[in-house]
């Protein structure tokens, strides 16, 4: 069985939908005759925004796991912030931005290149020269955020001139809260010629979007373009093989993951206040399951809507998913930023795999659209639609009513099923 090495910084404990992509492959590849080696950082050395220890019950006992130290600023973070979380990706856990927010996120923009947790790079490659050594590996898969893991895999192709292949989840310099950063232009500058070499030197590059792919092109040339694959994130049927009964007698819509204050979902809040307000007497929820924003909290709570509305916080992705089930459909909000055609976040596929309409706010013409479309599976609205918003939701609201289907069932969901997509990379791993 061929071996592979695996670079990822976010493993169980770890939680979050950037954890869900590995663990998922690592599961199904050896399916396929490739045996996973994963190499990552220790707990206890981890800077990690979110914890689920339920997902270290879903790593195969098979699988060889190996953990190293890290150094990490966040614990100094912490100490002269008084805050005890790490800041999440769009700072959604921030509620403002104060003057020593703005020095952090500085000094973190300009001290710490590609990202605070290069730290781990000097432990990760000394082990992995090991393993490489130990296992006679030829292939290394690095895998970011966080970006500077990538460089991880640079410097073992410059060193032991193996076959690498960098898998991006996420922009590099045009991620949408980038500038958020404060870079100076020689902060960029080094930033920008990080991500270009990994780009340009590695033997493969995967991403997760044909617009992230589009974006990356613009920096690099013809024939570098030729070694981009797209392998979308996915859903795992076996997580939804224990069906849980919906309630019938409420009509529940529920975002899960993290809704940040650039979200800009002003409209789809008004427009289930309205469907609220002309369906009195109708039990209607709106459920968040995640991190929200401060400023979407305020929001709401100067409403009428703070009267359906639940905050459930984090939950271990298992009650994720029963949550998703037990709901009637399922909200999903795009980032109001530039580039953002592109964002294609884990849970969009999880709300695939739920057989639950969708309703949405985003770029009407980008990637997550197409899916949602080509699925059949609900519709996504510009922001400012709130009256399109709101008859969609009335739409739905009165099939619910009446007892006819909402789901959605299209052979074309299978697709994304994690096998499948692994399969897909299994592919690529065969190529010389």
């Not at 032991?160 to 922009?171: E, F, S, T, V």
């Not at 609220?276 to 929200?292: Q, T």
């Not at 706010?361 to 080509?374: L, N, Q, S």
């Not at 008859?391 to 609201?397: A, G, P, R």
């Amino acid at each position: 069985m061929k071996k592979v090495l695996i670079i990822t910084y976010y493993w169980p404990p770890s939680g979050g939908a950037g954890v869900q992509r590995w663990l998922k492959f690592v599961k199904y590849l050896p399916e396929f005759g490739i045996e996973p080696i994963i190499l990552t950082v220790d707990e206890k050395y981890a800077s990690y925004t979110l914890t689920d220890n339920s997902l270290l019950d879903e790593v195969p006992a098979s699988v060889k796991v190996y953990y190293t130290k890290s150094w990490e600023p966040f614990k100094i973070y912490k100490k002269l912030s008084g805050k005890k979380d790490i800041p999440h990706s769009g700072f959604a856990n921030e509620t403002e931005t104060s003057f020593f927010q703005k020095i952090m996120r500085f000094v973190r923009g300009n001290f710490f290149l590609p990202d605070a947790r290069k730290g781990w790079n000097k432990f990760a490659y000394k082990k992995a020269k090991q393993l490489i050594q130990e296992y006679d590996i030829s292939t290394v898969i690095t895998t970011s955020p966080p970006h500077s893991t990538q460089l991880i895999g640079r410097k073992l192709k410059n060193k032991l001139k193996i076959n690498w292949i960098a898998d991006l989840r996420d922009p590099w310099t045009d991620i949408y809260y980038y500038d958020q950063l404060y870079h100076t232009s020689i902060a960029k500058s080094i930033d920008s010629s990080y991500e270009k070499k990994v780009l340009t030197e590695a033997d493969k590059v995967i991403v997760v979007s044909e617009a992230i792919k589009n974006q990356f092109s613009l920096k690099i040339s013809d024939s570098d373009y030729k070694k981009f694959s797209v392998i979308p994130n996915g859903y795992d049927d076996s997580d939804f093989q224990n069906r849980v009964e919906v309630d019938k007698n409420k009509f529940i819509i529920i975002h899960t993951g993290t809704i940040a204050s650039g979200y800009h979902i002003e409209s789809f809040l008004n427009a289930v206040q309205k469907l609220s307000e002309e369906m009195n007497g109708v039990r209607i929820i709106l459920r968040f399951v995640g991190v929200v924003s401060g400023k979407y909290k305020d929001y709401i709570q100067n409403t009428p809507l703070k009267e359906i509305t639940e905050y459930i916080g984090y939950v271990p992705h298992e009650q994720s998913i029963q949550y998703l089930q037990k709901s009637t459909i399922l909200f999903l909000a795009i980032p109001d930023v530039e580039n953002n055609q592109g964002i294609l976040t884990g849970k969009l596929f999880e709300y695939l795999g739920a057989e639950k309409t969708i309703i949405g706010v985003g770029p009407v013409h980008g990637d997550a659209a197409r899916i949602i479309k080509e699925c059949t599976a609900g519709e996504l609205f510009d922001y400012q639609d709130q009256d399109k918003l709101f008859n969609y939701l009335l739409k739905l609201f009165n099939l619910w009513r009446e007892g006819g289907a909402i789901s959605v069932n299209n052979g074309k969901i299978k697709s994304y099923s994690r096998k499948h997509l692994t399969k897909e990379l299994a592919s690529l791993l065969d190529q010389k």
